[in-house]
C-alpha cells in the first residue's frame, strides 16, 4: 500500500512539473506581432536580405524593448488579420489599423501611436478635380481599410466607380497602368509611391477630408479580454512617444513628425 502511494504521488508531481513546465514555455514564447504578408512601404516592407522593416516593424520592436518582452514579426494575409489575431495565431497587429468603432465591435485597440490623412494620386496630365470630377471615372482603394469604407459611404453620390484591391500595390500598379484613374490610400505611403522612378508622371492630387470613417488615429490591435497586454502596451507607446524614439523613426522614414493621435 505504501510504496503503491508513493508511485501515485510520484505520478501526481510529475504531472504538476510537466504542467509547471509547459506555462513557463508558453510564458517564454515571444510574442507575435501580426503585419500584412503584403508589403505596404515605407510602413511595412522586407529589406535585401529578406528581412522585414520599416517604420512600423521598427517601432514594434522599440515598444517591445520598453516592455522588456520579446517580440517576432508574423506576417498574415490582411484579409485574414482579424481571425488570425482572434484565434491566437498572432497577439497583435500592428499595420497601419485605424481605430474605428466598426472594428472595435470585433477587436480592442490600444492608444494611437500615429494619425495621418488619406489621399488621392492622379495622373500629373490628367487635371480632374476631386471630388468634383469623379463621376464617371475609376478609383482604386485597398479592401478591408478606412480609405474603401470612406469611398463607399462618402463617394457613392459622385458617379465613380469603386475598384477594390486585395492588395495596395496591385492597385498601384493599375493606376501606373492606367486601369484606373485614381487611387485613395494614406498620404505617408502614396508620398513614398508618387517618388518612385515608375511613378514619376503621377502627383497627389487631393487630400481626402477628416471623417469618421477614417477612425481616430491607429493603434495597434489586440483581442478584447487582453486587458494586461493593453495595459502594458498603452505604457510602452506613451514611453516612445515621450522619449523621442517615434519621432525619430518618422522623421527617418517620412522626414516629418506623424507621432501621437
Keep these: 500500500m505504501i510504496k503503491q502511494l508513493k508511485a501515485t504521488l510520484m505520478q501526481a508531481t ?28 515605407p510602413f511595412t516592407y522586407k529589406d535585401a ?16 524593448a520598453q516592455m522588456d518582452a520579446a517580440c517576432e514579426i508574423t506576417p498574415t494575409g490582411w484579409s485574414g488579420i ?41 495622373a500629373k496630365a490628367n487635371d480632374m478635380q476631386i471630388p468634383e470630377d469623379l463621376d464617371g471615372k475609376i478609383l482604386g482603394v485597398q479592401g478591408s481599410t478606412t480609405n474603401a469604407t470612406f469611398a463607399r459611404r462618402s463617394l457613392a453620390d459622385t ?24 487611387i485613395l490610400a494614406d498620404e505617408i ?14 502627383e497627389i492630387r487631393a487630400i481626402a477630408p477628416r471623417d469618421d470613417a477614417f477612425g481616430n488615429g491607429v493603434g495597434i490591435g489586440l483581442r478584447q479580454e487582453d486587458d494586461a497586454l493593453r495595459d502594458k502596451l498603452n505604457a510602452a507607446i506613451a514611453s516612445v512617444l515621450d522619449n523621442g524614439r517615434c519621432a525619430e523613426l518618422s522623421q527617418q522614414y517620412f522626414g516629418t513628425d506623424i507621432c501621437g493621435g
Design 14 to 41: 510529475g504531472i504538476v512539473l510537466l504542467a509547471l513546465s509547459a506555462t513557463s514555455a508558453m510564458a517564454d514564447e515571444p510574442l507575435k506581432i501580426g503585419i500584412s504578408a503584403e508589403p505596404y512601404p
Design 49 to 64: 536580405d529578406g528581412s522585414w522593416t520599416g517604420f512600423e516593424v521598427e517601432l514594434g520592436q522599440a515598444i517591445c
Design 82 to 122: 482579424f481571425p488570425a489575431l482572434n484565434s491566437g495565431k498572432i497577439d497583435m497587429i500592428m499595420n497601419s489599423l485605424s481605430i474605428t468603432e466598426k472594428r472595435k465591435r470585433v477587436i480592442a485597440f490600444s492608444d494611437p501611436y500615429y494619425f495621418t490623412p488619406s489621399a488621392y494620386v492622379t
Design 159 to 182: 458617379g465613380v466607380e469603386l475598384k477594390v484591391y486585395d492588395q495596395q500595390e496591385q492597385a498601384n500598379r493599375d493606376l501606373l497602368a492606367g486601369r484606373v484613374d485614381a
Design 189 to 202: 505611403a502614396m508620398t513614398e509611391f508618387v517618388e518612385r522612378d515608375s511613378a514619376q508622371d503621377f
